[in-house]
């Protein structure tokens, strides 16, 4: 690539990331041991490169073809897809969102950069310079390429633990992005006792997040933005409460955004967004916190991206009337500016969801009444699908082959999940392994900066990683037994990661007999292996009956009426749960009356 902001043009991408500095920045804002920088991951050279030769080929063909920026995009997808458990990525619409809530920025910081999401998102310009620093050398020098190939920004990346060791310490940025590890206990609490950027008081062992709301507050010129993504129990914490009092008083923290659970790992608990601004000296404080409250705008699960426009568009248009006029009116439900005098009790509890009212009803009655009425009819449709009581038999025992010889022998194709930032053109849906678990129509969408890339490109042979009718796509970890025949209302997506796509031959095997006796639960227990925390399905281990095409299709009927059942089984649940949350909100908020 050209190496933009990367040092000279010819220069290796990994010999831009420094180590932990030992001297003051020198004057191109790469810091390093000796005023220089050093390389902190290992660059092959030509000797070692020989055995690679094909794949490097491959590469160059490839970038030659879709360009350096999508090339790249797909194979930081694919080493990520092969180290799932390893980092904490950020998906796009929050990485939008917090880059969005800090504005246009000269200079932007993100001190736990991991793979570049959150810089990626920045509206970037030739006069700007973006700073990342990772503790893992490869992710600091992931970071700074893919920012090099996606921005016409300076980049300057370096690999430290920046707690322990700020390779940016005379950086005074405009703005701070950040994604913070969490629940760290081994974050330098006893070494960085006296360290001068903890302003607003020396954060507990137990508060790792608020050292690093204070680092970004110490790295940003006065007046500047910083916006980080919080776990909810920094708003409440005991431990915490001193640090998140000075921080009121001092007007450094201007707003705190209840994000939906789902909307980023880890994905069981609906995380913050804090906004915070360095205080001008001499300036008043601001009055007032803004408190925001988005899981009502939010699918029951935040994961779905054709959920999160909605609430991105609130929480930006609440926080730049608030930026802009230091107040808004109150938004039951969603928003709220709340005193600091308020907020200054024995607690300092800052959850948006303690301090807001609860939102004006939605419909009200009427819309319960057709809650009621639509789950009557599904109650309906369950028990007219309800399966016939099982008549007892011999067991019967017929021979078996596996998936993997029925691929062997061309009876199906395999396939595996790449991700949502791979797929055919024209392809804008993702299958996520949550929509088959759930049995939802596919919520994940293609990265846009990656759509164009080919099937060719990702070394597949003929049919591209997107479903079609008659399709059966399972999960391969988390131990579940799931298998899903893919309908005309989900074909066309591009299948995501975790999800293993079988294409039977329909001369040769039923769709529905196949997904049937691929969720069968011993069948599953005997195709998994098992790590310490997680299992994995060896797809081409389970078995199923040889039968001829007729035999498997008294089979595939049965299978298909479960699934008919097991979908009106879905919907009534989450009907009657609607109903009862529905009914439980308006008598408790008065709205309706208990007779």
Do not use: K
């Not at 940025?173 to 020396?202: I, M, Q, S, T």
């Not at 691929?518 to 078995?543: E, H, I, K, W």
């Not at 009927?557 to 529905?582: K, Y």
């Amino acid at each position: 690539p050209g190496g933009a902001g990367l040092g000279a043009a010819t220069a290796p991408p990994a010999s831009t990331v420094t180590p932990a500095p030992t001297a003051a920045p020198t004057a191109s804002g790469v810091p390093g041991a000796g005023g220089g920088s050093r390389r902190v991951v290992f660059v092959p050279d030509g000797a070692q490169l020989l055995p690679s030769i094909p794949l490097l080929r491959g590469v160059a063909e490839l970038a030659a073809e879709l360009g350096a920026r999508q090339t790249y995009e797909f194979l930081i997808g694919r080493y990520i897809d092969a180290n799932p458990r390893q980092y904490t990525l950020t998906p796009a619409g929050p990485a939008d969102l917090t880059a969005a809530l800090a504005g246009a920025a000269p200079t932007v910081l993100d001190p736990a950069c991991g793979t570049g999401a959150l810089l990626r998102a920045v509206a970037t310009r030739p006069d700007q310079c973006l700073y990342g620093q990772d503790s893992a050398p490869e992710l600091a020098a992931l970071a700074a390429l893919r920012l090099a190939l996606h921005s016409d920004a300076t980049v300057r990346g370096a690999a430290a633990d920046t707690l322990r060791a700020d390779a940016f310490g005379e950086v005074r940025a405009d703005a701070v992005l950040c994604h913070p590890p969490f629940n760290e206990r081994n974050w330098g609490h006893d070494e960085l006792a006296y360290d001068p950027r903890w302003e607003y008081g020396f954060p507990a062992r137990t508060e790792s997040e608020l050292a690093w709301v204070q680092h970004a507050l110490a790295r940003l010129r006065d007046g500047g933005t910083a916006v980080l993504l919080m776990p909810p129990a920094a708003a409440s914490r005991r431990s915490g409460r001193r640090v998140r009092a000075d921080l009121l008083r001092r007007g450094a923290l201007r707003a705190v955004i209840a994000l939906p659970a789902g909307a980023a790992p880890p994905y069981n608990i609906p995380l913050h967004v804090w906004v915070l601004r360095r205080p001008v000296p001499g300036a008043q404080a601001s009055p007032e916190l803004l408190l925001v409250e988005t899981a009502g705008l939010a699918a029951a699960d935040g994961r779905d991206r054709q959920a999160w426009p909605p609430v991105q568009d609130a929480v930006l248009d609440v926080w730049r009337r608030f930026d802009r006029h230091g107040t808004v009116d109150e938004r039951p439900g969603l928003a709220r500016c709340v005193p600091v005098l308020e907020l200054l009790d024995d607690e300092v509890d800052l959850a948006p969801a303690r301090r807001l009212p609860p939102p004006a009803a939605r419909g009200g009655a009427a819309e319960l009444t057709a809650v009621r009425e639509r789950l009557g009819d599904a109650v309906r449709r369950t028990a007219d699908l309800m399966p016939p009581p099982a008549e007892p038999g011999d067991a019967v025992r017929l021979p078996v082959t596996t998936v993997g010889e029925l691929a062997r022998s061309g009876a199906l194709l395999l396939r595996t999940g790449t991700g949502s930032g791979v797929s055919a053109p024209g392809v804008t849906r993702v299958l996520t392994e949550h929509d088959v678990l759930a049995g939802t129509e596919p919520s994940g969408t293609v990265d846009p900066l990656v759509a164009p890339l080919q099937e060719s490109a990702v070394g597949e042979t003929g049919d591209s990683v997107v479903t079609r009718p008659g399709d059966v796509v399972i999960p391969v970890s988390g131990g579940g037994t799931a298998a899903r025949v893919i309908d005309e209302a989900s074909a066309g997506a591009a299948l995501g990661r975790g999800l293993t796509l079988l294409r039977p031959d329909p001369a040769a095997l039923d769709p529905w007999f196949l997904a049937g006796f691929l969720r069968g639960t011993a069948n599953n227990r005997q195709a998994s292996s098992y790590a310490s925390t997680a299992a994995r399905l060896d797809v081409r281990r389970l078995r199923l009956p040889r039968l001829p095409l007729d035999g498997q299709r008294g089979y595939g009927e049965r299978f298909r009426a479960l699934a008919a059942f097991e979908d009106t089984l879905r919907l009534a649940g989450r009907l009657g749960e609607q109903l009862v949350r529905g009914l439980h909100d308006g008598l408790t908020d008065g709205t309706l009356p208990p007779e």
